[in-house]
């Protein structure tokens, strides 16, 4: 039963560390001015925008 | 509809700032998107699909403009966009040139410009309720005749006109423009054109538009006489703002109780059906508590943006910017810096991106510089906490909450250090003359039931969204933190050999050696990672009278401000011991007792982290987006710089002045 449990848990954290990794490499690809990938999903705040030299 | 029968139609709506072109985007389209009621709030470019009559096309907003000019980029993305230029954007097939009725003179300039692009053009004909209202008449058949172009008179809230713009786009797509406009094309030079430009406007308003003569005192521009006023106006902007939090505070608490005892029972519960061990523990005090800890703040959230959304649709906000557009320039900012840093309010991220609308380099970096010292949403819950947990039901003069005073002086705090931040920058790094500035004064609506609660659903969203994702992940991987390494007994208790441990308290004699100890909580949250981390820095932020638990709420907050309230719930959850009965986030901040045995929470305390929290730079997000739109590192690292060391300087104040003058 405690083996059942520490592979749940274990997984958990490990899903967790997994997605905080992504999420800090698109913040990384995000710093570049010639980014095309919206910075700013967990705020919520223009997903899908580009930065203004890729628009222009 | 297809464009020779295989790509979709592509339609640009055009339109001065205000003129309710957002509202009508939002009515074809049928997206979520934010309206506001002040000048200059579309930055972005934003697509969507217009269904026209059965067949699909792409709707593209173009950003707000005054003209095609090209002075700022916004100018330069939209001329661009409308001559094709621009990679991966279809070039229009048709421009839906949007006017607000009331203002037909200048929204006609831009109108003019558009006609020499030879891509028809249509006139989309808003604010035509208002315009009615003020008894004016318009012959809508002899402005198209003048202008050359159809026009609409359209209603995005009443749905007037939307089935006949759409019939209309449909017939003049893949036409060829022939406006009658030519006034330019005789005229030399750039003046003579502005000039031959504004003759054409004139003359077709002349001959279309009937202007009511009665001279009557319109209702708006008494209301400004007290609004705008530099006294009046003042005091009933910070009269508002009080009202606003303290009904924040007060309308919250019940919903917010409701919450607390929700994922109170929901973590009883999963105790209940789970065996004790690492998976309940996990479940109960990182998840639940981590983010139910965050969650809880919904309501307040929920209001928060229920009034600004109602302040700004009508038009009150516009007034408040009128109010402090003096002192801004006074300290050298350009007048469009209010916008950025009124949309930072709610989040820095588009306050950042609405200073593209500044043209001048300097001005648009002091105004980037600044604008994370707003009060952002996200700071919402940590302000919450600490009211919640040491000023409440306090009043001053028996009704005004002290909660609610706290909460203005905090929003206060950002303000004024953000103009003091902006008169230094001008001054010495960024040393610029400020340019003139026109600022237009929305006419007061009723705000639409609509928009004001798209708006509020729009950010409640966000807010759930973030707490699902990142804060989850974040309070898990926190969580795991603070759980491991699990302390040996003889690491936990080193005063203690395990066999004198080991002693039966009730025989005082040595009990069985094989028996596990117990280690209790604390002592493994102290020897935990995040508690070696805490301890670490602990004499850094000690002479802020933050413990080495705030310490490691404070370093994680640095991802996300709320994160602070997450971990706190999962410090204080995972640092309970099994005697110890189950509380809330508050009382366990009440409670909670240092090493030594001493309270770690004051009033003063408290007010020194919110101080922290008002001036640090604490948000991934606004990092990415300041190094993208300042395309440099050394102004990234220099807003990180200044305002760490400012946030710490000022706490450190506020800590060691309240000691001094006898606060604990």
């Known amino acids: 039963m405690m083996e059942a449990q520490n592979i749940i848990a274990g997984s958990i954290i490990l899903i967790a560390v997994a997605y905080a990794t992504v999420i800090a490499l698109r913040k990384g690809r995000a710093l570049s001015p010639k980014s095309k990938v919206g910075c700013s999903d967990d705020c919520g705040c223009s997903s899908k925008s580009k930065s203004v030299k890729a628009v222009l | ?664």
């Not at chain 2, 249509?122 to 008894?135: C, G, P, R, W």
């Not at chain 2, 971990?567 to 007792?593: F, P």
């Not at chain 2, 604490?618 to 060391?645: D, H, K, P």
Request: proline fraction near 5%; hydrophobic fraction near 50%; charged fraction near 20%.
């Open chain 2, 1 to 664: 509809m297809k464009e020779n029968g295989t790509k979709p139609l592509t339609i640009a709506l055009a339109g001065n700032p205000n003129a309710g072109k957002t509202t009508l985007f939002n009515s074809l389209t049928g997206l979520s998107q934010k309206v506001a009621n002040y000048p200059g709030v579309t930055v972005e470019r934003k697509e969507g699909t217009w269904d026209l009559d059965g067949d699909s096309a792409t709707l593209i907003d173009l950003p707000g403009l005054y003209s095609l000019d090209a002075t700022s980029l916004d100018e330069e993305i939209a001329r661009n966009i409308i001559a094709g230029k621009v990679e991966n954007v279809s070039r229009p097939n048709v421009i839906v040139s949007v006017v607000d009725a009331t203002n037909l003179e200048r929204n006609l300039y831009l109108t003019s410009q558009l006609l020499e692009y030879g891509v028809p053009v249509v006139v989309a004909l808003t604010m035509i309720d208002t315009f009615e209202k003020q008894k004016h008449e318009i012959d809508i058949q002899k402005l198209s005749e003048c202008l050359g172009v159809p026009v609409v008179a359209v209603n995005a809230k009443s749905d007037r006109g939307k089935q006949e713009l759409a019939e209309v786009v449909r017939s003049i797509a893949g036409t060829t423009h022939g406006a009658a406009y030519s006034a330019t094309h005789d005229a030399a030079g750039e003046t003579a054109k502005i000039f031959a430009r504004y003759k054409f406007i004139s003359t077709a308003v002349q001959e279309s538009v009937r202007h009511n003569d009665r001279r009557e005192h319109r209702i708006s521009e008494k209301i400004d006489r007290v609004l705008t006023h530099k006294v009046f106006g003042l005091a009933i902007l910070i009269l508002i703002l009080l009202t606003v939090f303290q009904a924040i505070f007060s309308w919250a608490t019940l919903p917010m109780d409701l919450l607390e005892q929700g994922f109170g029972a929901i973590g009883n519960g999963v105790r209940d059906v789970l065996p004790p061990g690492i998976l309940a523990d996990l479940i109960v005090d990182g998840i639940i508590a981590g983010v139910g800890g965050v969650l809880v703040f919904l309501p307040q959230i929920l209001l928060l943006f229920l009034f600004i959304s109602i302040l700004e649709d009508t038009g009150y906000l516009a007034r408040a910017a009128f109010l402090l557009d003096k002192l801004m320039s006074r300290v050298g900012l350009h007048g469009k810096a209010f916008l950025p840093m009124m949309s930072s309010f709610a989040c820095a991220i588009p306050g950042i991106m609405a200073t593209r609308t500044i043209e001048n380099r300097r001005d648009r970096f002091t105004t980037i510089l600044i604008a994370p010292l707003m009060s952002c949403s996200a700071r919402l819950p940590v302000y919450t906490l600490m009211i919640g947990a040491f000023f409440a039901g306090q009043t001053v003069f028996g009704f005004v909450s002290v909660g609610a005073i706290l909460m203005l002086a905090m929003y206060t705090l950002g303000i004024v250090v953000a103009l003091i931040v902006a008169f230094v920058l001008k001054r010495t790094l960024l040393k610029a003359p400020p340019p003139p500035f026109i600022m237009e004064l929305p006419p007061y609506r009723m705000p639409s039931i609509r928009t004001v609660l798209q708006n509020m659903m729009t950010r409640a969203w966000l807010f759930v969204k973030r707490a699902g994702t990142v804060i989850l992940a974040i309070s898990i991987i926190l969580w795991a933190l603070m759980y491991f390494p699990r302390s040996e007994p003889a690491a936990a208790l080193p005063e203690l050999t395990q066999s004198e441990a080991a002693i039966d308290p009730a025989t005082g004699r040595p009990g069985d050696p094989s028996v596990e100890i117990a280690i209790p909580e604390s002592e493994q949250l102290r020897n935990s990672y995040a508690g070696k981390l805490g301890h670490l820095i602990e004499p850094v932020i000690e002479p802020l009278g933050f413990d080495w638990k705030i310490g490691v709420a404070l370093i994680a907050s640095f991802a996300a401000r709320e994160v602070l309230v997450s971990t706190l719930s999962i410090i204080y959850n995972v640092g309970k011991d099994e005697n110890e009965e189950s509380e809330t986030l508050i009382s366990a901040i009440r409670n909670a007792k240092d090493d030594k045995g001493r309270i770690v929470w004051t009033p003063l305390t408290a007010l020194t982290l919110m101080v922290f929290f008002v001036l640090a730079m604490q948000c991934m997000s606004t990092v990415a987006i300041v190094r993208r739109e300042t395309n440099s590192w050394s102004w990234t690292l220099f807003m990180v710089g200044y305002m760490t060391g400012l946030a710490y300087l000022a706490s450190f104040v506020t800590y060691q002045g309240g000691r001094a003058l006898g606060f604990e």
